[in-house]
């Protein structure tokens, strides 16, 4: 079942760094469904395909939540990090907020297609 705004720990946070122009898209600032749906298309979502991170948004992770009630097990079913003691493992928003750069050049595991 799609996460919906509501269920989402930290969907305003992730709204406010989020680079997608597409702002009508039903995943827009829920990290794990974009990722994933990114993923089975085979293309990068915008924050991981060279989008510019706004640097005023780097201070965010200190305000997230740092676990997803919601989502986690589903999440790291999905996982491709293969960094063992990564503590962001199926808590898909913090880990694009770790790897989402202000210079385009980050990457999460599950975009590095190939």
Not at 42 to 56: E, I, L, S, T, Y
Request: aromatic share 6%; hydrophobic share 30%.
């Amino acid at each position: 079942m799609p996460t919906l705004p509501a269920d989402c720990a930290n969907y305003e946070l992730n709204l406010q760094m989020c680079p997608c122009t597409n702002t009508d898209c039903g995943n827009r600032g829920i990290c794990c469904e974009c990722v994933q749906a990114h993923y089975a298309a085979g293309k990068p979502n915008a924050c991981m395909r060279g989008a510019k991170r706004n640097p005023d948004t780097m201070g965010l992770a200190l305000q997230a939540a740092k676990a997803c009630a919601t989502n986690q097990a589903r999440n790291k079913e999905f996982c491709k990090c293969t960094y063992d003691p990564c503590e962001r493992k199926g808590v898909c928003c913090s880990c694009v907020r770790n790897h989402f750069t202000v210079d385009g050049t980050g990457r999460v595991a599950c975009m590095k297609f190939g």
